[in-house]
């Protein structure tokens, strides 16, 4: 069964850190591709940044560039989310998504599909 969970979530002041995890089950990540979406109440769901593992290409949101990085640990079969300077506005429900044999995109969201359940990430002093 292919799966895929998040963790890492949580309460954290502005300007502070938080590293969101994606670890795959039931297949490998070796020829797919990873996307990190949020959603917040009442607003579509947005594209945040992705990760094409087999050459480590990545994408960012303008929103996040600079504060955000994705990363994997092949040997993990994980991919990982570090956030940086955390705003507010970065609070949200943060999604991973995966597809397979093409690039990553944080724009067509049905391209995934496999998605997991979500992590609560709070930002608020």
């Known amino acids: 069964q292919r799966q895929l969970v998040e963790s890492g979530g949580g309460l954290v002041q502005p300007g502070g850190s938080l590293r969101l995890s994606c670890a795959a089950s039931?297949?490998?990540?070796?020829?797919?591709?990873i996307g990190w979406f949020r959603q917040t109440p009442g607003k579509e769901r947005e594209g945040v940044s992705c990760i094409t593992i087999i050459d480590g290409s990545t994408y960012y949101a303008d929103s996040v560039k600079g504060r955000f990085t994705i990363s994997r640990d092949n040997a993990k079969n994980t991919v990982y989310l570090q956030k940086n300077s955390l705003k507010p506005e970065d609070k949200a429900v943060y999604y991973c998504?995966?597809?397979?044999?093409?690039?990553?995109?944080?724009?067509?969201?049905?391209?995934?599909?496999?998605w997991g359940q979500g992590t609560q990430v709070t930002v608020s002093s």
């Open positions: 039931g297949f490998s990540l070796d020829y797919a591709a």
């Open positions: 998504a995966v597809t397979f044999g093409v690039r990553c995109t944080i724009t067509v969201q049905k391209r995934y599909d496999y």
